[in-house]
């Protein structure tokens, strides 16, 4: 198990670094100087020099490298020249806000999807299930944007419930009952397409693990349904969901753009997005860096977590 | 005379499939005292191991006919809900199942599973259950039960997995249990080693065993009684001298012939049953053999026998022209 962990730690240190080598060049595979990247073409020479000395523009590239992930290392990931403010600054202000999205649409998605692919697999095509599979299938046909118009459109405009509606964020810390009442509508939003995921991959997982010889087994022993279910059967049909559930997640924190842009909530898409817009090309290297990291923690994470579940994982 | 324990009255399991039904156990009867071992019986596909099940009540319940009568200790299995068999599996019957690979639970430690039949079925506290469970890890032959209580399946042996098989499935003191090809899945040195165990637990704790087996040297000297399968039906069941010696049926001889026996010249080509078991969805009339039996005649196409009694008392066999009681070069 440790030797298992200890492995996985090795793998992630070499991707981590791939990442840093990756959104370090970004700047230089635009076209162009970066200098004229960064500053946009109307910079002045004074401007230019001075940030040709902070990133070390004219030293070997390799260099540059070093320079820059020394600098990322102690938390600096520059100032930004379009909003003169330091780029780890805005991204802290932003990250918690995503995170929160991320932790409430997964509550909701996995509180909605476990007790109802459980009772679906128990019996396969029975009305329950297929009403479930028709449902799930008609959720997966919506996008989420469509899907968070609709919702501020009923609940906000038509029902009237107060800040709801976009632009109205406040942070947990200061206010959390607005705080909540705002994430509400995007965290359902999210939550839903994950929902979907969970609901097929967990039922069809179930099924197959009800057909295996244990079960019966388990059934002879003169057990419960309901402990044949959660003790037996639930643990190792979980293996695959934990496994999609870090993809999913991990494509939250990269993809959850556009519910934040609609919704205006200041996270990290949202800021994304506003850097790219304004050509804030260090903010986005920041950002690109910060969320490439992320996904693969999360990544990480969950595969630790499938180990724990399935012994046989680290053993191999 | 001891009491019978099992009582199996023209019990019929049918399975319901898409191209129509199929007759997996076609009307059998026997009965099994207390403290006997019964052996049955029969190539793969004869209804051996849906057999075991129907007795037992394990049955999937959609898609699947059961008709007859099985009385277990008194109690009518065929049609009893799941929630009364919950009542009587464990602590009236068990199973131990055919494959040790598949039959216990890859994600749950060994213990656990010993100590959850325990706790749930005989409400015993956890440092209870737990005792009782080192306790059966070691009456069934696993050294250092203390640390193995912590193992999880994979970390074991076959034939350490199968043990535990055995220890779950005595846990609770069955009256009965049914040993579906326990040692199929295991290494031939294995096998001798779990049957022994078997045979020396049920004379200890006194329970009645049936022995489930494609393999008659498994069954010869452990079983009092033996049943021969076929296609579904009963095809001759008597004391196990008198299967061996005196069978009348050409299927027993067959199967016999069909193993290979330690007196035999290296080299020797082992008799092979031509042909392959029969396709239990298209019925067929006469005797479910004929189409492979040497000695098939007009009328076992068309006419299926019926068990009649042999001279030995108990022994019954169906067969139109069954083998003389003196044509038995075997008999030794």
């Known amino acids: 198990m440790l030797k298992y962990v200890l492995r996985r730690l090795i793998m992630l240190v070499g991707i981590v670094f791939i990442i840093s080598v990756g959104s370090f060049y970004l700047i230089h595979l635009l076209p162009g100087d970066p200098a004229t990247v960064i500053l946009g073409t109307g910079a002045s020479p004074a401007n230019r020099a001075i940030l040709y000395k902070q990133l070390g523009l004219n030293k070997p590239i390799i260099e540059q490298y070093f320079v820059w992930i020394g600098n990322v290392l102690h938390g600096n990931l520059g100032t930004s020249f379009i909003s003169q403010t330091s780029v780890a600054s805005t991204i802290r202000a932003a990250y918690p806000i ?8 997964q509550v909701l998605a996995f509180a909605a999807a476990i007790p109802l692919a459980m009772r679906s697999a128990r019996k396969p095509n029975g009305l329950l299930d297929r009403l479930l599979s028709a449902g799930s299938f008609t959720l997966l046909s919506i996008p989420p944007f469509i899907i968070i118009v609709l919702l501020v459109l009923i609940v906000s405009i038509k029902l009237g419930v107060a800040n709801t509606g976009p632009s109205s964020f406040v942070s947990f810390t200061s206010n959390w009952r607005v705080n909540l009442t705002s994430l509400a509508l995007p965290s359902i939003t999210l939550a839903t397409a994950s929902f979907v995921l969970y609901f097929r991959v967990l039922r069809s997982d179930m099924i197959a693990t009800l057909q295996e010889e244990f079960i019966t087994m388990a059934r002879s022993k003169g057990l419960s349904q309901r402990r044949i279910m959660w003790r037996h059967a639930f643990r190792p049909s979980s293996v695959a969901l934990l496994g999609t559930a870090g993809v999913n997640i991990g494509g939250l924190l990269a993809g ?11 996270g990290l898409g949202y800021t994304l997005i506003s850097a790219i817009a304004s050509s804030d090309y260090l903010l986005v290297q920041g950002i690109v860096l910060v969320v490439s990291v992320g996904v693969v923690l999360i990544n990480f994470f969950f595969d630790f977590l499938t180990s724990l579940v399935d012994p046989r994982i680290s053993r191999e | 005379m001891s009491e019978r324990l099992l009582e199996v009255t023209d019990l019929r399991t049918t399975f319901r499939t898409v191209t129509g039904s199929v007759p997996a156990v076609g009307g059998v009867s026997f009965d099994l005292k207390a403290n006997e071992t019964l052996g049955i019986v029969g190539e793969s596909g004869s209804g051996k191991t849906v057999l075991a099940r129907t007795i037992m009540g394990l049955q999937p319940r959609t898609n699947v006919e059961v008709t007859g009568s099985v009385l277990l200790n008194g109690h009518q299995v065929v049609g009893a809900s799941e929630r009364t068999m919950r009542t009587m599996w464990a602590t009236e019957v068990a199973m131990v199942f055919q494959d040790p690979m598949t039959s216990l639970n890859p994600v749950m430690r060994i213990g656990r599973q010993i100590d959850e039949t325990l706790r749930v079925r005989l409400g015993m506290d956890r440092r209870a259950a ?8 070691t009456m069934v032959g696993i050294p250092s039960a ?8 994979t970390e074991l042996s076959g034939g350490m997995r199968q043990r535990v098989v055995i220890a779950t499935a005595l846990a609770c003191s069955p009256k ?7 040692t199929t899945g295991l290494d031939v040195t294995i096998q001798a080693q779990i049957l022994n165990l078997l045979d020396s637990l049920k004379q200890q704790l006194s329970m009645s065993v049936i022995l489930i087996t494609h393999d008659l040297g498994v069954v010869a000297t452990r079983a009092s009684r033996i049943i021969v399968m076929y296609a579904g039906r009963i095809v001759e069941m008597g004391d196990t001298r008198d299967i061996f010696y005196h069978h009348r049926m050409p299927y027993t001889r067959a199967l016999l012939e069909s193993s290979p026996k330690v007196t035999n010249t290296p080299h020797t080509r082992l008799a092979v049953i031509p042909g392959r078991p029969p396709n239990l969805s298209t019925p067929h009339p006469g005797c479910p053999f004929a189409p492979r039996c040497a000695y098939a005649t007009e009328r076992c196409h068309v006419e299926a026998p019926t068990l009649v009694a042999a001279s030995a008392p108990g022994h019954r066999f169906a067969c139109w022209n069954p083998l003389t009681e003196t044509d038995h070069p075997e008999a030794r």
Not at chain 1, 98 to 105: M, N, P, R, V
Not at chain 2, 130 to 137: G, I, P, Q, T, V
């Open chain 1, 256 to 266: 959850g753009f556009v519910v934040q842009y609609l919704l205006g909530i200041p």
């Open chain 1, 98 to 105: 995503d995170l929160e999205l991320i932790f409430l649409s």
């Open chain 2, 130 to 137: 737990h005792d009782r469970a080192l306790e059966l890890l």
């Open chain 2, 146 to 153: 203390q640390s193995r209580y912590r193992a999880y399946p």
């Open chain 2, 176 to 182: 009965l249990l049914i040993a579906d090809e326990p």
